[in-house]
């Protein structure tokens, strides 16, 4: 369980969080959405203690960030890194023996070239393969389906259910609704640097053109596509 | 194309206020370095020549990077992209070109030009498309990433002390040992991205002595061939190779503290100044390594708690 109680947080005079209250659960894979600049990464990096921050984070395990696995939107690799040695520092930062990696590497990622040259998605999968293999509590996967193929996106889908079964905490953006509404218990709509709606499974399809509705409105017929 | 120019002057001028000084002192001080540099290498060694091309053309060809050229060349018309490439090698270039002539030699500046232009309409990878293999594999990071980047050096480092030996020339051999351990020292130049210190599960002390450990254990690794060939082969040196080992040690630890004394910014012009005084009075490095090992506990505690 994490519990953001009162959080608020500012980059100069801009306020990007606005007392943010909110618990995410054991066992119970939680959305976040929003548009681009809602606040949704500086939330996740103020849950890892990356950033400083108004308020309170409590959780059941402390400290809460030596149990948090954070992928992050655009996951950053050093030039000459191999995803096998990437996968080893992630390890050994948490004191985890890395055992046989070949059966691990459920992507089939050639972890033997440098992390810097693969793809988009293949950084995404090897980040994701680094934090699930630190064996932590509760996680955070901002974007976790960004890039990533087809195939990927399937096996993604599962470790996220797998996760949910071993009564983990997850909490997960994605730009692509049906991504969320496939894989989470509820959703939290974060506008402007506040959580304007919570809904629950059986509501998913009544938010999504809610916000349909929000987004387009009249844009397409103010474009004059011809 | 003016623009490009004002653009790149911009962007040093903005690289010289975040190092934490101003443009007008940063070029004064480049220029001062630059000349210093430049005199002691020509006093030093009758290879200067050689090197002093070397140098310039090295810092010529990384602005020969493909992924930067194919961005110039989507940005600007063929003409002008080879005009431009063509410049800013000769404005880098120009410095050097000066010193050359103004040590009266005349075919290496022409040379040099010659070269750059050239370099000019061409662009290659920096980088190799290889995995170089390292022994650091244990302890991934900076030892890693630093040796794939810098390999050659520990190449003709270990060439020289072969010479060395071939030679019976000692002081070539400390020389050779001086360099494998001062090459490791750029590893720590520059913060990582904060991701990297907030995985570890340790506090900022513990985090501190894990990378003092991990990269003693490492620069050992690369050092102590050397040392013990030399070691081996002149006896009654093995003052000066013990205490070019234990220095280099020490000032291994002041780099790593001062990066993270300054951390997650760049380290600071206050860290260098204190670094470059150590170098002329090492017993400095006594109070130095204390001091910015609770600087970088205080700057670390943010993010490891």
Same mark, same amino acid.
């Given at each position: 369980m994490i519990e953001v109680i009162g959080l608020s947080k500012k980059y100069g005079a801009k306020q990007? !969080?606005?007392n943010i209250k909110i618990k995410f659960e054991e066992g119970i894979v939680c959305g976040i959405v929003g548009e681009n600049g809602a606040g949704k990464t500086t939330l996740f990096r103020c849950i890892a203690g990356l950033e400083d921050y108004e308020g309170k984070i409590f959780s059941e395990i402390n400290p809460l960030k030596n149990h948090l696995g954070f992928l992050q939107t655009e996951p950053y690799f050093f030039s000459k890194i191999t995803g096998n040695e990437y996968l080893r520092l992630l390890c050994n930062a948490r004191n985890k023996e890395l055992k046989d990696i070949e059966s691990k590497n459920i992507f089939d990622l050639? !972890?033997?070239?440098?992390?810097?040259?693969?793809s988009t998605g293949m950084k995404k999968k090897l980040a994701l393969t680094a934090v699930l293999l630190q064996e932590n509590n509760f996680f955070i996967l901002d974007e976790?389906?960004?890039?990533?193929d087809i195939h990927s996106n399937i096996i993604i889908t599962e470790i996220i259910h797998k996760l949910r079964e071993l009564k983990k905490t997850v909490i997960i953006s994605s730009h692509i609704f049906s991504t969320l509404s496939d894989n989470c218990d509820e959703i939290h709509l974060l506008k402007e640097g506040e959580f304007i709606n919570k809904v629950t499974k059986g509501e998913f399809a009544k938010l999504e053109s809610e916000m349909k509705e929000i987004t387009i409105g009249d844009k397409i017929e103010r474009l004059e596509i011809k | 194309m003016i623009g490009y120019f004002i653009l790149q002057y911009r962007m040093t001028n903005r690289k010289l206020n975040d190092f934490g000084i101003g443009p007008v002192i940063g070029y004064v001080l480049l220029t001062a370095g630059f000349i210093g540099l430049s005199v002691f290498l020509f006093y030093k060694t009758a290879f200067a020549e050689y090197i002093y091309i070397t140098v310039a053309l090295a810092f010529v060809s990384n602005l020969s990077e493909i992924k930067r050229n194919d961005f110039l060349k989507a940005c600007f018309s063929d003409k002008k992209f080879k005009l431009l490439r063509i410049s800013e090698n000769l404005v880098v270039t120009i410095p050097f070109v000066c010193f050359l002539f103004f040590k009266q030699l005349l075919l290496s500046p022409v040379i040099l030009i010659g070269i750059s232009v050239l370099l000019g309409l061409t662009s290659f990878k920096t980088t190799l498309h290889f995995t170089v293999p390292t022994p650091f594999f244990k302890r991934p990071f900076e030892f890693s990433v630093g040796f794939r980047n810098t390999f050659y050096l520990f190449i003709i480092s270990y060439l020289l002390t072969f010479f060395a030996l071939f030679y019976d020339n000692f002081n070539l051999g400390v020389f050779a040992l001086l360099l494998v351990i001062v090459i490791p020292f750029s590893y720590y130049v520059r913060p990582e991205n904060d991701y990297f210190v907030w995985i570890f599960n340790s506090s900022s002390k513990q985090f501190l002595f894990h990378k003092i450990k991990t990269g003693l254990f490492f620069s050992s690794m690369l050092s102590l061939p050397i040392a013990l060939v030399l070691g081996s082969s002149y006896p009654a040196n093995v003052e000066v190779i013990f205490l070019s080992i234990s220095l280099g040690y020490f000032f291994l630890i002041t780099m790593i503290l001062a990066k993270y004394a300054s951390y997650p910014y760049e380290i600071g012009l206050p860290e260098v100044i204190i670094i470059v005084a150590s170098v002329f009075f090492p017993p400095l490095l006594l109070a130095i390594i204390p001091y910015f090992f609770i600087k970088s506990t205080k700057r670390l505690t943010r993010i490891l708690g």
């Open positions: 990007v !969080l606005k050639p !972890l033997n070239q440098y992390a810097s040259t693969y976790p389906f960004n890039g990533v | -």
